[in-house]
């Protein structure tokens, strides 16, 4: 039996949870309360039909160890509407991790840190305000115990005394019971074990009944799978006491199974109490029909359960809701099953998990071939390649459990972009386009401009060695003189520049790829071609440093003419390695790239290039001198050219980007509009000077 007997417990967070005054905004930590004693939820099984659950909170009824390394999600991980089958919890539907964990004054308590990341802001402000005040655990029950019926409607009451909370999420809207979030993973049935007592005698013997199909000697252990411990009440008047179900110690492997005795209950004693000697209850639940309806339930169930086939849940669903019968709907199983592509190997829901993983996968590398990120399609991808995008977005629905049978056009493409996961995969690909296409366009300046990176929009100073800084001779026994960095004046910051794509439900009709092929690509090289336009518009401008002396100016040593050629190179070598420090030493700066306007572009080749000199008088000493010799359209003026140092060595212009984002980005936006989705392309981007000393321009 699989363990993965999972419910969705909805509870309000408690004031200590929810008051600001447990947010500390410098740690992003807070505390809440995640279970309280003596809340029932009402539950339903298919093998006992309707009940009351609660959660036990003694010591020794909860298992905390997993909770203490546990995650904080958003909703459990669902989207609105996603009741399908269990599926892999995405990495960002993650906004936290317990940090700690603990059971007090008949609760169960959390210490959480929230993510840090910028674009969970909303997040952290709405619990810090007070906005998000509801949080619910996921868990499973290894072991129930019968505690009674309820007074209101009859139905038992069990009580989870071995359970274990495996999740914390905040959740909009608490609700008693989440439907679909309760599934039996795996081939075999849950083994229920219930004492009845006979209620015409006054001390009845307890007997025992399990499901139909499944053998005593197939009981699970203790820790791998559901049990339920019941107890019949004793007439009133009657002789003998109420007899334990099971003893309390943990459950040990069941033994093979003896002989059935003639005191073995049918399968109708597992809903069979003794009535309750005070008045009648609200329902007969070992009526034959009430009977009768939970196997039909139970068995449609089991028969999803263990089904690989796309959209089976929503059949049985439907199927137990019109009172379909198990012949029916196993007909219609097959007849799904048929025109159904089989798993890979084995059955059951961790099977269709593997599956539905392999084809998501599948389509994401279709969707990148077809916007050209790949040069050829995977074995994943091909049987999607030829899919148009509305089909696609019809697989990716039917992956992650949601109905699509009887939707077609615009319906269907509006649910696609506005619950699943079709429109992140279309952002991806969309932004590995971009990427792609922003690293082939040339950038002249990365050769020889400095690199840097911003922590925030504010203004970033420049900071450079002080004056006294030089080493000197310290004596025996004397102090270290302490140098000094000091701001030169000059300053710069980073700005934000971004557009907007829009994915449309006729993008996907129309199955048009431009926003994910064309657009982007020209967004990918619009980002480039900012970055070359931002640094050399600087370059250009020659801007006044915090001296009061523009960047090329006499007073820097820095400026001459002399075209590109032995003359003018050599202009440029012996100003550079002329250069002083603020203290007045020398620092031989070494010129090594050359940047020149395309009409400068082939003299400057000729001048640098290795040639086999016959005579003394021709050899070019410049061959193998420079890094780099580069063309750049940006320069304008025919004549004016430029060289530079090794950035790393002796700073000229110095460009930035923003921590975290150090190329620009597509974000599928939050927000829907009428049409559909947009993505959002950003990119985050500045430059200044950081030094005069590593740069020469040639005015001619």
């Given amino acids: 039996m699989d363990p993965k007997v999972v419910k969705v417990s909805s509870l309000e967070l408690s004031h200590r949870a929810a008051a600001p005054a447990t947010w500390d905004p410098k740690t992003n930590q807070l505390e809440l309360t995640w279970s309280t004693a003596g809340v029932r939820m009402k539950a339903w099984r298919g093998e006992i039909g309707d009940y009351w659950e609660e959660l036990g909170l003694d010591a020794g009824e909860v298992r905390l160890d997993r909770l203490q390394r546990s995650a904080v999600l958003k909703s459990h991980g669902r989207s609105e509407g996603d009741y399908g089958p269990p599926r892999v919890v995405r990495m960002e539907e993650q906004v936290g991790s317990v940090k700690e964990a603990w059971l007090a004054n008949g609760a169960g308590h959390a210490r959480v840190e929230l993510i840090g990341r910028d674009d969970l802001k909303w997040f952290r ?22 505690a009674g019926d309820n007074a209101e409607d009859g139905l038992p009451i069990y009580r989870a005394i071995d359970w274990e909370p495996f999740e914390i999420s905040f959740i909009p809207i608490p609700e008693d019971f989440v439907a679909g979030v309760r599934s039996h993973s795996g081939a075999h049935s849950t083994t229920f074990e219930t004492h009845t007592m006979d209620p015409k005698k006054a001390g009845g013997t307890a007997t025992t009944a399990t499901q139909p199909g499944t053998p005593a000697a197939n009981a699970p252990a203790q ?3 559901t049990e339920l411990e019941t107890r019949a009440a004793t007439p009133a008047g009657g002789e003998g006491a109420t007899q334990p179900a099971r003893s309390e110690q943990p459950a040990t492997p069941a033994q093979p199974a003896a002989p059935v005795a003639a005191t073995t209950s049918t399968t109708e004693n597992l809903a069979t109490r003794a009535p309750a000697a005070q008045g009648p209850v609200a329902f007969d639940a070992t009526a034959p029909a009430a009977v009768a309806e939970r196997a039909r339930a139970a068995e449609i169930n089991r028969m999803a359960a263990i089904s690989w086939v796309p959209g089976i849940r929503e059949l049985a669903t439907r199927a137990i809701a019109e009172g379909t019968s198990v012949e029916a709907f196993r007909a219609a199983a097959v007849e799904r099953m048929i025109v159904a592509e089989p798993p890979a190997h084995g059955t059951g829901i961790r099977v269709l998990e593997e599956e539905g993983t392999k084809r998501f996968r599948g389509i994401e590398q279709a969707l990148e071939y077809r916007a050209r990120v790949s040069d050829k399609p995977t074995t994943e991808a091909r049987p999607f390649v030829a899919m148009p995008l509305l089909r696609l977005a019809e697989e990716v629905l039917r992956i992650r459990g949601m109905k699509v049978e009887g939707i077609y056009g615009h319906d269907l493409a509006h649910r696609a972009l506005t619950s699943s996961d079709f429109p992140l995969l279309l952002a991806n690909t969309a932004n590995k386009r971009l990427l792609g296409v922003y690293g082939q366009i040339p950038r002249t300046f990365l050769k020889w401009a400095r690199r840097s990176i911003a922590s925030d929009f504010k203004t970033k100073s420049i900071v450079r060695m002080g004056s006294g800084s030089a080493l000197v001779k310290i004596p025996e026994d004397g102090e270290i003189p302490l140098g000094k960095l000091t701001e030169s004046g000059d300053s710069y910051r980073v700005f934000e520049y971004g557009r907007r794509i829009a994915l449309t439900r006729q993008l996907l009709i129309n199955d048009d790829l431009s926003a994910l092929d064309r657009i982007p690509a020209a967004f990918g090289a619009r980002a480039s071609g900012l970055e070359s336009d931002i640094v050399y518009a600087l370059l250009l401008s020659n801007p006044t440093l915090g001296d009061g002396v523009t960047l090329f100016h006499a007073n820097h040593g820095n400026t ?67 890094d780099s010799v580069q063309a750049e359209p940006r320069l304008t003026d025919a004549n004016d050219w430029y060289g530079f140092a090794n950035p790393d060595v002796t700073e000229s212009l110095e460009y930035s980007y923003l921590a975290g984002a150090e190329a620009p980005q597509v974000e599928l936006e939050e927000q829907f509009t009428s049409s559909g989705r947009q993505l959002r392309v950003l990119h985050v981007f500045g430059a200044g000077v950081a030094d005069f000393r590593g740069a020469w321009r040639s005015v001619n």
């Fill in 560 to 626: 001459g003419t002399g075209t590109t050629d032995i003359t003018g190179f050599t202009a440029m070598r012996t100003a550079m390695r002329k250069q002083t420090d603020p203290d007045g030493l020398q620092i031989n700066v070494d010129p090594r790239h050359v940047v020149v306007p395309p009409e400068l572009e082939t003299i400057a080749q000729q001048y640098t290039s290795a040639i086999q000199a016959q005579v003394a008088g021709n050899v070019n000493p410049f061959s193998g001198s420079f």
């Fill in 125 to 146: 402000d709405g619990v810090a305000e007070g906005h998000f005040r509801s949080v619910s655990v996921g868990y499973k029950v290894y072991r129930y115990r019968w």
């Fill in 223 to 225: 820790g791998t799978a």
